[in-house]
């Protein structure tokens, strides 16, 4: 009987941690819809001076291949704090944080991550 309720006991605490973690697909999943971020991008004006495949500006980097280079959590976290990526090599101009939050910054952060660069 003792071990019966020493493994509800130790399913149960299995269960909690494992509903607290979520598997890494998940976390990695983008949690915005892609079309509605890039509207985000557009409304965001970042074509201003960044380009996609040549269209936008050319102040900052081309951002066609920004989904092959960097995740959903570096997106989230540079976004809306961004700071010097080489610090030997500064930009002329510093970016803007975005003032995107909640969902329209998961729908940006979703749209980056389809730019993946020619196929």
Do not use: F
């Not at 890494?24 to 557009?42: F, L, S």
């Not at 495949?53 to 961004?82: F, H, I, M």
């Not at 080489?86 to 969902?103: L, W």
């Amino acid at each position: 009987m003792k071990r019966a309720v020493l493994a509800v006991g130790l399913i149960t605490i299995a269960t909690i941690a494992l509903s607290n973690h979520p598997s890494q697909a998940a976390a990695a999943a983008p949690a915005g819809d892609p079309v509605k971020g890039q509207k985000v991008y557009a409304d965001q004006k970042c074509a201003t001076c960044h380009n996609i495949a040549g269209v936008g500006g050319k102040l900052a980097p081309d951002l066609a291949a920004v989904g092959a280079k960097r995740d959903a959590a570096w997106l989230a976290k540079y976004l809306v704090n961004p700071t010097t990526i080489d610090p030997k090599n500064p930009p002329k101009i510093k970016m803007k944080a975005t003032t995107a939050k909640g969902q329209d910054l998961d729908d940006l952060i979703a749209y980056l991550l389809t730019l993946k660069g020619k196929k």
